[in-house]
C-alpha cells in the first residue's frame, strides 16, 4: 500500500468524498491510501487554530484491516502536522457512538469536551 499526499482539489479525493456524502472545500492537506491503483481509503486535515490540526475526514472503502488502515492514515497524518509545527490535533465526532472513537481512544486522543477528542504532541523542550 502506498500513500499519497495531496490536497482538496485531487479528482480522488473529491469522488471519494463524493461517495460517502461529503464535500470539503476548505483548503485541506489530504493523504489518500493506494492498493494497487485503486484508493481504499482516505484522511484530511485543515488547520483548527495556531497550534491545531483539526482531522476532518476519515474514510475507508475496505472492510478488510479498516482498523490497521485507519491507524496507517492517522498516524501518517500526525507526522505531517508535526511537521508544519501543530502541537495538537483535534478530531470531533458527531454523537458518542461513532465506530472511530475507539481507534482515536488506542492512539492516545483524550475527550476535551462532549464531542472533541484532542492529542497533544509531546516535545523534547
Known amino acids: ?6 490536497d482538496e482539489r485531487d479528482e480522488r479525493f473529491v469522488e471519494m468524498c463524493s461517495s460517502f456524502g461529503c464535500k470539503v472545500d476548505d483548503p485541506q492537506v489530504v493523504l ?5 491503483g485503486k484508493i481504499v481509503g482516505c484522511a484530511s486535515f485543515k488547520v483548527y487554530d495556531a497550534d491545531s490540526a483539526e482531522i476532518t475526514t476519515l474514510f475507508l472503502n475496505s472492510y478488510d484491516n479498516r482498523e490497521k488502515i485507519s491507524y496507517k492514515l492517522i498516524r501518517q497524518l500526525e ?3 508535526i511537521d508544519y509545527e501543530f502541537k495538537s490535533v483535534v478530531v470531533s465526532f ?8 475507539d481507534v482515536f481512544k488506542k492512539l ?7 464531542l472533541l477528542m484532542k492529542k497533544e ?5
Open 94 to 101: 458527531d454523537s458518542k457512538e461513532d465506530i472511530l472513537i
Open 32 to 36: 489518500l491510501l493506494n492498493n494497487f
Open 108 to 114: 492516545d486522543y483524550q475527550f476535551v469536551d462532549e
Open 1 to 6: 500500500m502506498e500513500i499519497i499526499v495531496t
Open 79 to 81: 507526522k505531517i502536522a
Open 121 to 125: 504532541f509531546k516535545t523534547l523542550i
